[in-house]
């Protein structure tokens, strides 16, 4: 069982930035490929960035692609997301989850976070 634990969410001006955090439980943290994802009211949940095990490949979503940031840290069992440009529909819950499938696929995903409130403010 990987516990995930996100933060660094909170309250920005359009236009600004945020760093999100997700320290993991679990030593073996370089097995699974994480990912963020992010739920707005009424929506499914959507991938917005992902990472492979060794953090050589990553994926965005067209939304973000160009804005948001994701790495990690394994030796610190730690993956985060740097977002930068903030736009008033960014606003939403974000999530990192963890997978030792493909990293693509929101089905593949077995560990999740709580989640952390992003908030953009016109």
């Known amino acids: 069982q990987v516990e995930l634990v996100e933060s660094g969410g909170g309250l920005v001006q359009a236009g600004g930035s945020l760093r999100l955090s997700c320290a993991a439980s679990?030593?073996?943290?370089?097995?699974?490929?994480m990912g963020w994802f992010r739920q707005a009211p009424g929506k499914e949940r959507e991938l917005a960035a992902a990472i492979s095990r060794g953090g050589t490949t990553t994926y965005y979503a067209s939304a973000v692609k160009g804005r948001f940031t994701i790495s990690r840290d394994n030796a610190k069992n730690t993956v985060y997301l740097q977002m930068v440009s903030l736009k008033p529909e960014d606003t939403t819950v974000y999530y990192c989850?963890?997978?030792?499938?493909?990293?693509?696929?929101?089905?593949?995903?077995?560990?999740w976070g709580q989640g952390t409130q992003v908030t953009v403010s016109i």
């Open positions: 989850a963890a997978t030792r499938g493909s990293m693509y696929s929101r089905r593949e995903y077995d560990y």
């Open positions: 679990e030593r073996t943290f370089s097995v699974y490929s």
